[in-house]
């Protein structure tokens, strides 16, 4: 069975300073999609940026990017120029490429990210 | 286009009491999913569905029950409250095809006491 890792329960980080928080998987599949997910107090749950395996360029989307080591089974998310409104809890989530299995999604336990002003 | 929407927000029940929780997604996704996520923890997946009349288990079934009639809503019903059921409900639904990107819904905050 696939799991995900977040090993950081919690970080800080000071406004405008870059951020980086962590998460591990493992599976033996080699076609995935990786996810971050952003969980603010409203419990909203918030797509942040997704990442193909099959792709080896890292994913960006505006001040979110991340570090894909796929030999590694790393996935780190870098937030940069960290703003108030990034405070959060942040989720990494596994999903298979193949729909045989119902397109689900495994998640890491999820970091608390407080930013300081 | 209201996305998923989920009632009720909050609901406290007592033990062995019934409930359905009630989800409706208006975007014609074919998948709807529902996961439990506990203080501190992940999201979990307690049961799923790829169609109308097709449902499956997920992580954490035990304790619930669900049906798909339509493509629209997806409830999940918990038919004798236990403590352990305290948590919030996440709905969700993907689409078939293109990214198969989750749209959640609000969450619904349930106690069991």
């Known amino acids: 069975a696939q799991t995900v890792t977040q090993s950081q329960p919690e970080m800080s980080v000071q406004e405008a300073e870059t951020v980086t928080l962590s998460c591990t998987y493992d599976?033996?599949?080699?076609?995935?999609?990786l996810f971050w997910y952003k969980q603010p107090p409203s419990r909203q749950m918030i797509l942040v940026i997704r990442?193909?395996?099959?792709?080896?360029q890292n994913a960006t989307e505006n001040r979110f990017s991340v570090n894909f080591q796929k030999a590694a089974k790393s996935f780190s998310l870098k937030i940069s120029d960290s703003q108030l409104g990034d405070a959060a809890m942040y989720f990494c989530?596994?999903?298979?490429?193949?729909?045989?299995?119902?397109?689900?999604?495994?998640f890491g336990a999820g970091t608390i990210l407080r930013v300081k002003s | 286009n209201a996305g998923v929407t989920q009632t009720p927000k909050f609901r406290i029940l007592k033990i062995g009491q019934s409930m359905t929780l009630q989800c409706t997604q208006d975007m014609n996704h074919n998948y709807m999913y529902w996961y439990r996520q506990d203080p501190g923890m992940g999201l979990k997946l307690i049961y799923y569905s790829v169609g109308a009349g097709i449902t499956d288990k997920g992580e954490v079934p035990n304790g619930y029950n669900v049906s798909r009639s339509t493509t629209e809503d997806f409830p999940l019903r918990l038919e004798l409250a236990a403590p352990s059921q305290t948590s919030v409900y996440f709905c969700?639904?993907?689409?078939?095809?293109?990214?198969?990107?989750?749209?959640f819904g609000p969450g619904t905050r349930l106690t069991v006491t």
């Open positions: 969700a639904s993907s689409p078939l095809g293109g990214s198969y990107e989750q749209y």
């Open positions: 599976t033996s599949e080699s076609d995935y999609y």
């Open positions: 989530a596994y999903r298979r490429s193949s729909m045989e299995y119902g397109n689900k999604l495994v």
């Open positions: 990442q193909e395996a099959y792709k080896q």
